[in-house]
């Protein structure tokens, strides 16, 4: 177990549709990432956080958004859903912002888009 | 952006055997991450290095940033090591960005 919290564990929604992915990050952790993984593009970065500010951007579209709260946990919300959305979504959290610091990953959350 | 070569795709092993994965990159970076994904799609961080080589159990990692290659090594392979592998890297100068190879589907058969 990571520590790492995601839910739901399984989406399934119609294109079109708004959804709201949630991560809790281990104890102690600040900063949280956002990664897609799709079975054409690997695993891509979305976006980063730590401590309430983003940090870093990735590959997300302007239909996807995030944000982390002030009890770090953080919320991906993808919205007009298209077929393509369809993939599995990890977040992982580092007690620092950089890269030099281990990422503990969640278990991910599966979203089908129909 | 960094780009990330992973060889080889696809590893078919007998148990016990010596596996070697390998990564290369094309621009300079701070640090080196291989992850481990199970078939269930959970991923977990195996090392995170930026010199010289790391050991965990049966696993080895080691880069040569002069060369900008890294290796993982599993000594004595065991079916319970069949996953995918991934190296990562910082995409291009930055230090919050990672950009991931396309992994290695590692099968160890009994």
């Known amino acids: 177990d990571s520590g790492v919290t995601q839910t739901p564990k399984h989406l399934i929604t119609a294109t079109g549709q708004r959804v709201t992915l949630r991560c809790s990050p281990r104890s102690g952790d600040l900063s949280v990432y956002w990664y897609q993984q799709s079975l054409d593009q690997g695993l891509q970065f979305l976006i980063q956080y730590y401590n309430g500010e983003e940090r870093a951007k990735g590959n997300i579209l302007e239909r996807f958004s995030a944000q982390q709260f002030p009890d770090l946990h953080s919320e991906l919300n993808l919205s007009s859903l298209e077929l393509g959305d369809s993939a599995l979504y990890f977040c992982a959290s580092s007690v620092g912002g950089r890269l030099q610091n281990i990422q503990y990953f969640g278990a991910g959350t599966r979203l089908s888009v129909l | ?110």
């Open chain 2, 1 to 110: 952006k960094n780009e990330v070569e992973q060889s080889p795709q696809n590893l078919t092993a007998q148990e016990g055997e010596f596996i070697t994965i390998n990564c290369s990159y094309s621009v300079g970076i701070s640090a080196l991450h291989w992850l481990q994904q199970h078939p269930g799609g959970g991923i977990v961080s195996l090392f995170m290095l930026s010199s010289g080589k790391k050991k965990h159990g049966r696993l080895i990692a080691t880069i040569n940033i002069q060369e900008k290659h890294s290796s993982l090594h599993i000594t004595a392979s065991h079916p319970r090591d069949s996953a995918v592998y991934i190296c990562a890297v910082p995409s291009g100068g930055s230090n919050y960005k990672l950009t991931f190879g396309k992994g290695t589907l590692l099968t160890v058969n009994p």
